[in-house]
């Protein structure tokens, strides 16, 4: 059987990094799929525990220059999630002091270097030497009188501290990617900068030698600062704002109080939630958040639970309620016993079912990551071709503008936008998810939604409430006094058919006492009976009445009226005599009909399957407006009317309550598994509510199609920058428009693209 490891992964910082390690991954023997998350700096492999393990597969990531270890075998999704935050954080303040530093010394550095560049042919330096020196000169006259060489010299001085203090990661990773015969984001920035810092210190020592063969000893310390000081600033607004694609799944690790009250030989002791033991007795009181699952056993209140299910109304507890870890107690006190700690626990299942959708690929970042795999390669030819066309073409300063355009062209097509185009998208939308009450489990299913023309519905539990209540209470039409509802009640809460169940709840939510019963008898197929005050009570079928001798004919019409309507009818009769009728249905849920309507408004066609009887079937359907039934359906017949519509060319979603619809849901093109916040793991479906809504599906159709469109618009605009500024960093502009791009801006454009992709996906944060 495989096995699924998620494996954390350092030192990646683009498109092209992520898929180097992907395609070591998927050649590794053993492995099934592999997934790597350039946001989450992780790996999440599927493979054959006979022929490969965690262990190998770490060394598969060693090998491409990268770091890893193999995860506890019991992770603690929160504090790992905790641990991330941190790190991010520190990641974030760490790029931000560079950032600001090195902007700081690459503007002084700029001064600096006004009186050795008056004719400089960078683009933006010429602009700056024409417009900027005559204040500086006005202000620091000294500065101009200043030895060009010792300008040179400190210029050179600083330019070095900045590269091993604030851009030395660049050339350690750049370095290492060349051991592995790679190369990525990293080597781009090495390269050019590298060439632009040596280009330098050659002027710097022997200046004549530069001029005596026609080529300007420009000096480009100052380009090298800021480039390194722009991609800096880029990269912390990048993980700046990659913390706050997460801020979903931190917000549900937070939820998980630290301690526990425990009850212990009499005595309650506060201890580390991580210590609670499944059977362990704990104490709720008001307004605390609850420690673990569990099942009241001393008590009442009324707890929150909308963290789980998006209901703002508080949910009642008793001897008996589950009670879910993470919710909030209201204002009474009570005990519970632990049911479920740690991983198995629902908050924690919802967490690692969240992590592992944001760490999920999009079947459109196959796109992507073919690309990155060849596009540094690609970069770093088309500089070479545009130094030596440059070199070639132009008779004035033709090295010193080919050199500058050769590292523009190797600045600005750093592929970042590309790595971050779709796993933004995806991380935004599954934590936006969550936070509207719905788990999405990956970007391909958010994909797939984009193509649904077909949606099928279960019946129970999807359309319908799901549980039996009374509907309807018809005297006899020669009676109209109903006091035989309280003997029809005590009978049936002896018995635990469903029916009888529904019927005891709703006598008792019309206020009427029970009595004891004696003599109960229940016949299957048929019906119940015993007495019930000196009375013989019958309840039942015509079945049931025709073995006790009562006709029920004066009922029969409303029987058939009830039946009609979908509604199961149980006649009752007290001391020989016919006295009523009572109905039994599963109700329509209150948004279906709308929920319904809001489909065919969305070009979708509806259909409902259900093993429920033709009538009521068609009963249920006519009140929500579904002209298309099948009725009688079993599991098997539920997948047999899914793949005849899929050969029809149809793209399916199923909307099940996750249990006995589960081979629909994975038959379907997506599966929509509708239930409770306590019955998240419904495994064969793509999508899983946490509270049973049908209305919930229309925002799982809108957020997801929303999302397709903005993962397409990152791609495009991660494209489009790339297929525009690479050949205006190399010049095509130039010949007729004299426009040429400095390195400079090179650079702060290949860091405004990041931040625009992931600002785009941002936006979903606002979806409703």
């Given at each position: 059987m495989n096995r699924t490891v998620t494996l954390p992964v350092s030192g990646m910082t683009c498109a092209a990094c992520q898929a180097r390690v992907q395609r070591a991954l998927e050649k590794a023997p053993g492995v099934e799929e592999a997934t790597v998350n350039l946001l989450l700096n992780s790996a999440t492999v599927r493979f054959d525990p006979g022929l490969t393990s965690p262990e190998q597969l770490v060394g598969a990531v060693r090998g491409t220059g990268y770091?890893?270890?193999?995860?506890?075998?019991?992770?603690?999704?929160?504090?790992?999630?905790?641990?991330?935050?941190?790190?991010?954080?520190?990641?974030?303040?760490?790029?931000?002091?560079?950032?600001?530093?090195?902007?700081?010394?690459?503007?002084?550095?700029m001064v600096l270097t006004?009186?050795?560049?008056?004719?400089?042919?960078?683009?933006?330096?010429?602009?700056?030497?024409?417009?900027v020196d005559s204040?500086?000169?006005?202000?620091?006259?000294?500065?101009?009188?200043?030895?060009?060489?010792?300008?040179?010299?400190?210029?050179?001085?600083?330019?070095?501290?900045?590269?091993?203090?604030?851009?030395?990661?660049?050339?350690i990773r750049a370095f290492q990617a060349f051991r592995h015969r790679a190369a990525d984001m990293n080597t781009l920035i090495a390269v050019g900068t590298g060439a632009a810092l040596l280009f330098s210190i050659f002027v710097t020592l022997d200046p004549g030698f530069f001029r005596a063969r026609g080529v300007a000893p420009d000096l480009y310390y100052e380009a090298v600062i800021l480039i390194i000081a722009l991609i800096l600033t880029g990269n912390a607004l990048e993980a700046r704002a990659k913390r706050r694609t997460g801020a979903a799944l931190r917000t549900l690790t937070l939820l998980q109080p630290a301690f526990a009250r425990v009850v212990r030989d009499g005595s309650e002791l506060t201890l580390p939630v991580a210590?609670?033991?499944?059977?362990?007795?704990?104490?709720?009181?008001?307004?605390?958040?609850?420690?673990?699952?569990?099942?009241?056993?001393?008590?009442?209140?009324?707890?929150?639970?909308?963290?789980?299910?998006?209901?703002?109304?508080?949910?009642?507890?008793?001897?008996?309620?589950?009670?879910?870890?993470?919710?909030?107690?209201?204002t009474g006190a009570f005990r519970y016993r632990a049911t479920a700690v740690g991983q198995e626990s629902v908050l924690a299942r919802i967490v690692s079912m969240l992590r592992d959708a944001q760490g999920s690929r999009a079947p459109l970042q196959r796109l992507a990551d073919r690309i990155s795999g060849i596009f540094v390669p690609v970069v770093i030819s088309l500089a070479i071709a545009t130094f030596v066309l440059w070199y070639l073409l132009t008779p004035e300063?033709?090295?010193?503008?080919?050199?500058?355009?050769?590292?523009?062209?190797?600045?600005?097509a750093c592929p970042c936008a590309m790595g971050l185009a779709v796993p933004t998208?995806?991380?935004?939308?599954?934590?936006?998810?969550?936070?509207?009450?719905?788990?999405v489990k990956g970007g391909e299913a958010l994909e797939r939604v984009g193509r649904i023309d077909m949606i099928m519905l279960d019946k129970t539990g999807t359309i319908t409430m799901g549980k039996a209540v009374l509907t309807d209470v018809v005297g006899h039409p020669e009676e109209s006094d109903l006091s035989w509802l309280g003997a029809v009640a005590s009978l049936e809460a002896v018995s635990e058919h469903p029916v009888a169940a529904a019927i005891s709840h709703g006598a008792a939510a019309r206020g009427v006492r029970v009595d004891p019963v004696t003599g109960f008898t229940a016949e299957p197929g048929r019906g119940a009976s015993g007495t019930v005050a000196g009375h013989r009570v019958v309840v039942g079928n015509e079945a049931m009445l025709a073995k006790e001798g009562i006709d029920p004919a004066p009922l029969r019409p409303a029987?058939?009226?009830?039946?009609a309507q979908g509604k199961t009818a149980v006649y009752a009769a007290v001391g020989g005599a016919l006295v009523g009728l009572l109905a039994v249905a599963d109700p329509v849920r209150p948004s279906s009909a709308a929920t319904v309507a809001a489909f065919r408004k969305l070009g979708l066609e509806v259909s409902m399957v259900s093993g429920d009887n033709q009538v009521t079937a068609e009963a249920v359907a006519g009140q929500v407006?579904?002209?298309?039934?099948?009725?009688?359906?079993?599991?098997?017949?539920?997948?047999?009317?899914?793949?005849?519509?899929?050969?029809?060319?149809?793209?399916?979603?199923?909307?099940?309550?996750?249990?006995?619809?589960?081979?629909?849901?994975?038959?379907?093109?997506?599966?929509?598994?509708?239930?409770?916040?306590?019955?998240?793991?419904?495994?064969?479906?793509?999508?899983?509510?946490?509270?049973?809504?049908?209305?919930i599906v229309l925002q799982a159709l809108g957020l997801s199609r929303k999302t397709v469109r903005v993962m397409r618009q990152n791609l495009f605009w991660a494209f489009i920058y790339n297929v525009i500024g690479i050949p205006v960093a190399a010049g095509i502009l130039y010949p007729r428009f004299g426009i040429l791009l400095s390195p400079v801006l090179a650079s702060a454009a290949m860091a405004l693209s990041s931040v625009c992709v992931v600002g785009n996906s941002l936006r979903l944060r606002k979806f409703v």
């Open positions: 770091s890893s270890h193999v995860p506890s075998d019991a992770p603690d999704l929160a504090a790992e999630e905790l641990a991330r935050d941190v790190e991010a954080s520190r990641e974030f303040r760490e790029l931000r002091l560079k950032a600001g530093v090195s902007l700081a010394i690459g503007l002084i550095a006004m009186p050795l560049m008056a004719h400089h042919s960078d683009p933006l330096l010429s602009f700056a030497a024409r417009w204040p500086i000169r006005g202000a620091m006259p000294w500065l101009y009188r200043a030895s060009p060489r010792a300008l040179s010299y400190g210029l050179l001085a600083v330019t070095l501290w900045v590269v091993t203090w604030a851009g030395r990661h660049f050339y210590q609670v033991a499944v059977g362990d007795t704990v104490s709720a009181r008001p307004g605390e958040r609850i420690a673990v699952d569990g099942t009241v056993v001393e008590g009442t209140s009324a707890v929150d639970e909308s963290m789980l299910t998006g209901e703002s109304l508080a949910v009642e507890k008793v001897t008996g309620s589950r009670v879910v870890g993470g919710t909030i107690n209201g300063a033709s090295f010193v503008r080919a050199f500058a355009a050769g590292v523009s062209v190797l600045i600005i998208a995806i991380m935004v939308a599954t934590g936006r998810a969550a936070n509207l009450g719905f788990l029987a058939a009226l009830l039946a407006g579904i002209q298309h039934i099948v009725a009688g359906a079993l599991p098997d017949g539920k997948v047999a009317e899914i793949r005849r519509a899929q050969a029809h060319g149809r793209v399916v979603a199923m909307v099940g309550d996750g249990v006995n619809d589960a081979p629909a849901l994975a038959a379907a093109d997506l599966g929509i598994a509708i239930g409770g916040g306590t019955d998240i793991a419904a495994e064969a479906a793509d999508v899983v509510l946490m509270r049973p809504d049908l209305a």
